[in-house]
């Protein structure tokens, strides 16, 4: 049911735990299923040098957690918008239908947190 990568992402988290003195820090739930997902991140001059994720969910939002901080990790803000949900859903190796809301936390929480690096 999961891809490979998916699974690779929830069982070897990348980026799990909180950035120490972040520049800004958002938590998001998904009110539907509970899922909840919090980021925090830290620039050094225009880039995002670190980003970290703590999550409580299904195994799709873990996974999704873990895979956004790798797609943004190092890049600029205006870098980091451009990333889309579904290039979220390639570093995973695909969603399941049911699980598209994993998808939508992730980038979310994601938009929330570079509205507040600006």
Known sequence: MYSPELLDHFQNPRNAGDVETPGASVQMENPACGDVLKLTAKLSGRRIANIRFRAKGCVPTMACASAITELIKG?????????????LVRKVGGLPQASAHAGHLAMD?????????V
């Open 75 to 87: 890049k600029t803000i205006e870098e980091a918008r451009q990333v889309s949900r579904e290039d």
């Open 109 to 117: 929480t994601l938009a929330a947190l570079l509205r507040k690096l």
